[in-house]
């Protein structure tokens, strides 16, 4: 339905402490407005961070081209198979020794959005500003958050986590400058009401003694809500009613952990928010990504997963083993069968956010349309500490830019920063030098 | 690599080759080898300017060849190095009777397409990233196409300034010179570390003797570097060892196998000719045939590229 009168781009449902934004709306679109005067959605940009790399020999298919029968590792993405571009033979050699000894994995967490070698060292930190907050220097103030650091495991900054290396350096993708890493966030709660709340962040005791007495926050803006709705067609209301229930559904999952959390140990460290299962601390953080995107809160999104070297068990799959121990297999198969079931798991996490994205429609095309997701580590083969032929997927197509469903594989030793350059120029920030980038990325656009 | 609490490493080996154009250069390839199991070099990085897949997998044939010999693996299941090639469509070069020989067949080799090969100037660089300061050599046996590459990378004229020694040039001049004119100009006028020229004399007056081929490779019942030195021509041929001189010059420059100019700024001329101008704190040099050390020096090449290579204890994968 077109209305005589457009609604703005960024209209808000605002109640008492809150404020949501909403997504893209066909009433958005200027009435009377020729088709080739539709604003374009913007191009969002995330990167998914999995640590200590991948078993490669379940994530490289054996051909280039087109994308078919996807490796173990790969197979739960299968279905979105042409969604996805798979790019061979990237290397950060910024992770590499380069003569700093051991710390491998404090050194490819720190230099994988950064393109420089981070200073070996526990106290004064010193990497490289990261691409996406150059990204977020220019384009950010067009969204309500320049960037969002998630994550979902450590946000420690000190101590040494690798061989020397700084907590600050296993722990962080972002980096604010040369200095100032941008920690995650890793509590769903803290991120709900980053996202809809008045800014305030709530101590776990404030935040339990409020919910015994709070309805959901889309009580407060009842009035607001009944209001817009009145103005729009059949087809906004009813994506105004799926957004509204998705970030219900969201407050019913964190209510949720919450009061798992409290039965199973009120004294526990973790955020008070947390879900102690990884698949539903992955679905909450990735769904309020999408509803951050959607409605257009920020454009710029990276997701430590884990940590960089994490030691973490994944009992939920029946690993009891630490992660990083299981990465140094010598070649046992059982270990690397392990191994290769948590990458597994983690890359089935992701396809379950690649496939909300595609299902949340925006205008023409899909969220996973207009984004430009990456899904990576900084090693590859985890038992040598690999730094070339980094695993590295990008889901979407960066606003009809991207011809996804296929691999590409570059020559050997070139560098992962030519990739961030090509993103860079997409997500209107194009720079002359990233890193150590010798130029842009060639083949992104090419069917 | 490192070696912590060892000092500086050998000197590391940057090696710019147009592998698969004459035999000198397969020569060069074995005597570096040979200089690396004695530990007197470290193999920081091979680029071939000879824009053929095939010259890619000869250096990488002969690369797990010593490998294997060295780590008691096998060759097929050894992961070679990155072997970078000349950013050209992978059969620009035409192919010759060293990258043609049926004989090199039988050798595993992981150079199947361009994609098995590395960018060259990413892989200069990044090679040199990892040299302590004042300890890699480069050696140019090639026209310098491949080199300018790496001069045209952000930071690495300081790169080079801080980790090259030397940068050591053979010929023959008349085809690495005359295929590159302009590459070549750029290279003398702008390449930031000390350059050392072997001319073209010294390779065609010290020749690696045919005989050595037929003998003192024979610890391997099949040797690649044999194999690629009989397919070149018929034997027996005494073969010029123009790449040769560069490389023992580069890791024993303190030997005095030959002599040393005094220094001075080459040019290079349109035509293609190397003018050298003596003068004061010039950053050129050129090698000086010593006819004394004639037998000496092919003493050397042939010892040391006929090294049979020594089984080494397994280096561990990173723990940490």
């Given at each position: 339905m077109m209305t005589q009168k457009s609604l703005p781009r960024r209209t808000f449902l605002r109640g008492l402490g809150t404020t949501i934004a909403l997504p893209f709306l066909d009433a958005m679109t200027p009435a009377m407005a020729a088709v080739r005067n539709t604003p374009k959605p913007p191009v969002r940009m995330a990167f998914v961070y999995v640590p200590n790399g991948i078993m490669m020999d379940g994530w490289?298919?054996?051909?280039?081209?087109k994308l078919g029968a996807l490796p173990k590792i790969l197979k739960p993405l299968e279905p979105f198979k042409d969604d996805i571009l798979l790019l061979g033979n990237l290397t950060h050699n910024a992770g590499r020794a380069l003569l700093d000894g051991a710390g491998d994995h404090g050194r490819c967490c720190a230099s994988y959005l950064t393109g420089v070698q981070p200073r070996k060292t526990l106290v004064d930190i010193k990497s490289g500003i990261s691409f996406d907050q150059i990204v977020a220097n220019q384009v950010g103030k067009q969204t309500r958050f320049p960037s969002l650091e998630l994550g979902m495991e450590d946000a420690r900054q000190a101590g040494d986590c690798d061989s020397g290396y700084s907590c600050a350096y296993t722990n962080n993708l972002a980096w604010k400058s040369e200095t100032q890493p941008l920690p995650p966030i890793l509590d769903p709660r803290a991120l709900f009401e980053r996202l809809f709340g008045n800014g305030i962040l709530l101590t776990p005791e404030a935040r339990a003694r409020q919910s015994r007495y709070r309805r959901s926050i889309l009580d407060f803006v009842t009035d607001d809500t009944r209001k817009l709705e009145s103005d729009l067609g059949p087809a906004d209301r009813r994506k105004l009613d799926e957004y509204l229930t998705s970030i219900r559904e969201i407050e019913r999952q964190i209510a949720k952990a919450e009061k798992d959390n409290a039965q199973i140990d009120p004294h526990m460290e973790k955020p008070y928010g947390v879900p102690a299962d990884f698949a539903e601390h992955f679905k909450l953080m990735t769904d309020m990504m999408t509803i951050a995107f959607q409605a257009d809160l920020t454009r710029i999104i990276t997701f430590l997963v884990t940590h960089e070297g994490t030691s973490r068990p994944y009992r939920e799959i029946g690993i009891p083993d630490g992660h990083h121990p299981l990465t140094h297999h010598r070649n046992m198969p059982d270990l690397m069968d392990k191994v290769a079931q948590i990458n597994c798991y983690q890359a089935r996490q992701f396809a379950g956010w690649v496939e909300k994205l595609k299902a949340t429609r925006e205008g023409d095309a899909t969220l996973l349309d207009n984004s430009m997701i990456v899904y990576g580590a900084g090693l590859s083969d985890g038992n040598r500490h690999s730094?070339?032929?980094?695993?590295t997927l990008v889901a979407g197509r960066g606003g009809n830019y991207i011809k996804s469903g296929r691999r590409i594989v570059y020559r050997k030793e070139t560098p992962m920063c030519n990739l961030f350059m090509s993103m860079m120029d997409r997500m209107g920030a194009?720079?002359?030098?990233?890193?150590?980038?010798?130029g842009r990325l060639e083949g992104l656009d090419l069917a | 690599m490192q070696f912590p609490g060892q000092g500086k490493p050998p000197t590391g080996v940057v090696f710019d080759t147009d592998m698969g154009s004459g035999i000198d250069d397969a020569l060069a390839l074995a005597l570096l080898h040979g200089l690396a199991g004695k530990d007197e070099?470290?193999?920081a990085a091979i680029s071939v300017s000879y824009a053929n897949l095939k010259a890619a997998a000869f250096v990488d044939i002969v690369g797990r060849f010593y490998a294997s010999a060295t780590t008691g693996l096998a060759a097929m299941f050894l992961r070679g190095l990155p072997i970078g090639l000349a950013n050209a469509s992978a059969a620009a070069a035409p192919d010759t009777p060293i990258l043609t020989a049926p004989a090199l067949a039988k050798y595993p080799t992981g150079i199947r397409q361009l994609n098995d090969t590395a960018e060259v100037a990413p892989l200069i660089r990044n090679a040199l990233t990892a040299q302590h300061d004042q300890n890699a050599v480069v050696v140019l046996t090639g026209p310098a196409t491949n080199l300018v590459k790496v001069l045209d990378l952000q930071g690495a004229r300081d790169l080079i300034t801080r980790k090259v020694k030397m940068l050591v040039i053979s010929g023959p001049s008349d085809i690495n010179v005359k295929t590159g004119i302009a590459a070549a100009k750029r290279l003398f006028a702008e390449w930031p570390s000390p350059i050392v020229v072997s001319p073209d004399g010294i390779g065609e007056e010290l020749l690696f003797p045919a005989a050595s081929i037929e003998k003192d490779f024979a610890y391997a019942e099949h040797h690649p570097i044999v194999d690629a030195y009989q397919a070149y021509k018929s034997m027996p041929y005494d073969a010029p060892t123009w790449a040769m001189s560069a490389v023992l010059y580069a890791v024993r420059p303190q030997e005095g196998y030959f002599k040393l100019s005094d220094p001075g700024v080459a040019t290079v001329l349109d035509d293609g000719r190397t003018r050298f101008t003596p003068a004061t704190g010039g950053k050129h040099r050129h090698l000086i045939l010593d006819a004394d050390q004639k037998e000496r020096v092919i003493k050397t090449y042939t010892e040391i590229a006929s090294a049979k290579p020594v089984e080494r204890k397994f280096r561990r994968p990173p723990s940490n």
């Open positions: 490289n298919p054996d051909y280039e081209g730094h070339e032929d980094l695993p194009p720079v002359e030098h990233f890193g150590d980038s010798t | 070099a470290r193999i």
